[in-house]
């Protein structure tokens, strides 16, 4: 058996960014590592320029998170904003007055996170815990302007995997994003996707790939 620490994202609007550069911020359908990874280092307090310790936490977890299904159907909004002193064309150092920029937005989503521990983590479960029920700086659904409505802690949990311990919290149903590559799951089917949002501390705004493992139902659509 595994300890999870269970967290809840919750908020009217949520944005998890992926690669992008000035003209057009999208986002995922879920929580990316490099956003996770922000929100518990702002809960413990790492300060963003400390890259030892914020590669330290980076190393410390590995994580699933479903997609809740809940009443409410999850929406993309795409928001208008004006940037002064973007770069032009999106490369270089030559900078344009103001540029319009668009910033994507889910509405009415709803996450469940199973965090567990790598071995020799610098930042165990316990630790973790305590800082998302007495976060240090506020944490944040992606942006500032995306609000938690909710506590970040739900529980802890002991189970044979990633799959079993979501399982144990309500609501059961929904996509899984996980880093763990499960051989069987009963009654999902599996798909690999490779996505860019490994953070690297010491190359600031640079990303790894990694490889999600989608677990979803029949004919879901887990191509996003």
């Known amino acids: 058996m595994r300890d999870y620490l269970i967290l809840k994202l919750q908020g009217v609007m949520q944005a998890w960014g992926e690669h992008t550069f000035e003209g057009l911020r999208p986002s995922t359908n879920f929580p990316t590592r490099s956003a996770l990874t922000g929100l518990l280092a702002a809960c413990l307090g790492i300060d963003r320029n400390d890259r030892q310790q914020q590669q330290a936490l980076a190393n410390s977890f590995l994580y699933a998170v479903r997609q809740d299904e809940t009443e409410h159907s999850v929406i993309k909004m795409t928001d208008y904003h004006t940037v002064k002193d973007a770069r032009e064309d999106y490369v270089g150092l030559k900078s344009h007055d103001t540029i319009i920029t668009q910033r994507e937005y889910l509405l009415d989503a709803a996450f469940t ?17 305590a800082a998302v029920c007495q976060p240090r700086y506020t944490p944040f659904l992606g942006r500032r302007s995306c609000p938690i409505t909710r506590p970040l802690y739900e529980s802890r949990v002991q189970a044979i995997n990633s ?17 763990e590559d499960l051989p069987d799951v009963i009654g999902r089917n599996k798909h690999r996707h490779r996505v860019r949002d490994m953070p690297l501390p010491n190359q600031p705004r640079q990303f790894a790939s990694r490889m999600v493992y989608v677990y979803g139902k029949e004919n879901a659509d887990v191509s996003e």
Do not use: M
């Not at 610098?122 to 973790?128: A, F, I, K, V």
């Not at 079993?164 to 880093?179: D, F, H, R, T, W």
């Open 113 to 129: 996170v199973a965090i567990w521990n790598t071995e020799g983590a610098e930042y165990s479960l316990e630790q973790l815990k």
């Open 163 to 179: 799959d079993e311990a979501l399982k144990l919290i309500e609501p059961v149903a929904g996509v899984i994003y996980s880093e």
